[in-house]
């Protein structure tokens, strides 16, 4: 069996700017991981291409917040709007990465959103981004961006959503074999950050299954961090309502799945439903 070093390893952390609360969220999870190994953290703001070459249309009205005003929509002032987002976006990561002692390097792109942000993850180890965007409407459901990550982000993705008090734990749901390492050790390196609390949820409904999960998986995370408090936790099944059941049993906390062990169903509802920051492991 492999040792969990070489199953999982972190050296880029990528985060999706917009400047949104959501967003902010993400980067502060993202430079607590980046600081605690010691990885590179990068931050992109896509200038929207659609939105801009909507701008350019004589047409083109925007709605004024909250008075529901209609007026033009201007290229020069989305232009300005544009850059504003994204030196704030920069102004708030160097807040945040400078203090924590952490490489950052931001950049600005223009292009279409999804494609540009997949494109730039594609050589990194995590993609961190908020649940939802700048856009007020459908507040519960994933923006279009964090909807094609959660399908085609090339190895992990953390998901955050700006709203419940944030609980520094992390929980992981593992099904024991080979492929729940990289998913364990990703959740290893945020319970590093977190003060080494760790609760492992195993899906079974034999306690003899159980308990040779746990030990098992307990050997591995010994191999890794000496220091690491974990917690096993037996959960009747992989579904929504057995983990978010433990989850509010535990208090809370980021919640690290594998994207396998779950059918594709479940991880949407997951993501859709639940307000804990995911990470969601391939």
Request: with cysteine; charged share 20%.
């Amino acid at each position: 069996m492999n040792t969990p070093e070489s199953e999982f390893t972190i050296r880029h952390v990528l985060v999706a700017l917009d400047a949104s609360a959501h967003s902010l969220a993400a980067l502060e999870i993202a430079t607590d991981l980046a600081a605690i190994v010691n990885a590179e953290l990068i931050g992109l703001f896509v200038e929207d291409a659609q939105l801009l070459r909507l701008a350019r249309s004589p047409h083109a009205r925007e709605v004024v917040y909250p008075f529901a005003e209609l007026r033009p929509l201007n290229i020069v002032s989305v232009k300005q709007r544009l850059e504003a987002q994204a030196e704030q976006a920069r102004r708030s990561m160097a807040s945040l990465a400078n203090p924590a002692k952490v490489r950052w390097s931001f950049r600005v792109v223009r292009g279409e959103v999804d494609a540009e942000v997949l494109a730039a993850a594609s050589d990194m180890d995590v993609l961190a981004l908020g649940k939802t965007g700048w856009s007020l409407a459908a507040q519960a459901q994933l923006g279009s961006t964090a909807l094609a990550a959660a399908h085609h982000a090339p190895r992990a993705l953390l998901m955050v959503q700006r709203g419940l008090p944030f609980k520094r734990q992390v929980l992981a749901l593992v099904d024991g074999d080979e492929n729940s390492q990289p998913t364990l050790i990703a959740a290893l390196r945020l319970a590093q950050a977190y003060g080494n609390r760790l609760v492992v949820l195993i899906a079974t409904t034999r306690a003899s299954t159980f308990k040779e999960r746990s030990h098992k998986l307990s050997a591995l995370l010994k191999q890794e961090s000496e220091h690491l408090h974990v917690h096993f936790r037996q959960i009747p099944g992989n579904d929504l309502l057995s983990i978010a059941h433990a989850i509010r049993v535990e208090g809370g906390g980021i919640l690290a799945i594998n994207a396998t062990a779950c059918s594709t169903e479940t991880v949407n509802q997951l993501l859709h439903h639940l307000d804990n920051p995911i990470l969601l492991v391939r």
